[in-house]
DNA sequence: CTCAGAATGTACGGAATAGTTAGTTTAGTC
DNA sequence: GACTAAACTAACTATTCCGTACATTCTGAG
């Protein structure tokens, strides 16, 4: 359209190719927008948009729009997991180590609502895109292994009760830890309470904490 | 088209006019699909065939989408409410009323899948649509009392511990049995466990009452 | 340098979908 | 039994939105 020569035309801003940069770039733009608004609410065109890069380079990576989401959502859960790995509870003592989970998880969730919004739309959706995963249904088992530990150490030191398992404990931690974020809206204006100041969220924290240990200590403290 | 005459046809299956059972015929297809696909999943053609009635009907009474989502919302709280005001703890120990009130939510949360499904899809929208109701909000508040009622008198009983409120209680308990259902798809897939089988639900079940009240109780049972 | 294949831009097609227009039927009222 | 407003139908429209066809540019290998 314009009269700029080819030969003498400015560069224009000079991308240099990478499609690995560019394909994260689409996935992190598409993780807000499908966090934000969910499978059907996102919009591929809106995603595009916000990239550097074009629908065209959505299609060419991904496939489609669901092709598109699986990878956010394996990404997601990635990113959980590699953090997760950071966590040394071996070396502390049982109770320390589950307080110490407990807190991590806590702050974890409240931290990456983008995260725990993929998990409640990828449940609206009946975990389908997660079970067609099979990169997640491999990140996910061995997390579970270092809580086993602490609780098997738990028993042994005589602090711990009887008759829970790993899984137990996790589903526990991971049912208040996660309500926090998922019910936030809807529980603030049903009670008319602010669930999401600093001292609102200390309290929830700190009341997660004792519900936790108080369930799986032998005795109250 | 035909050739049947007007007056001689065999009449259509002759529906008597009553708008208010049309409205809550469509409000009750409406619900299925919104919890079953979410907002923006949700397609009005679809609502509009499942109905005895027609879309024009739904646009009618309802505005527009949103306005027949709203509505939706709103019943499947007024339900709730109903149900939950058939509950009476006031003539049972705090103790034992805590109990049952923790066991009729997990069991009425875990049978009404549909309305947690509205939860959750309301949350992802940030209880935008809850806020604009009016009625909801007046629905709601008043629920809290006759927990904090029991929590009186178990405090006055010796048997309570001090420094909960009957907001953290239900916040408590609503988290444990909202996640049995929202989570189930997910944590089901991630641990290769199947959380809806009625063994497992009972499980899950008395480790929700367990841990409810091992965190209120002032010694442990 | 050349060539193949990967990466990217542009513009468009076509299905799906929310919402509307224009009219018809019914039920109650005087 | 004529009139009116509410209840209802069918067909249509405008737009949104996913996906693609086609052309082009870049990059690395030989």
Redesign the interface.
Known sequence: MNDISKAGRTRPPRKPRSPEATKQDIIAVAMREFAQ?????ARVDEIAAKTGSSKRMIYYYFGDKEGLYLAVLEEAYRKVRTTEAQLDLEHLRPVEALRRLVEFTFDHHTSNEAFI?L??????H??AY??RSKT??EL??SA?GELERVYQRGLQEGVFRKGLSA??L???I???C???V????????????DLSSRKALAA?RG?VV??VL??VLK??A
Chains 1, 2 share one sequence.
């Open positions: 608004n969910g499978l059907s609410g919004r998990v409640m739309i990828e449940n609206i009946h975990g997660l079970a997640i249904q996910n088992v579970i899984i137990d996790h589903w526990q991971s049912a208040l996660f309500f926090n998922s019910n936030r809206a809807t529980f603030s204006q049903i009670f008319r309470v929830l009341h004792e519900m108080r369930n005795s109250p």
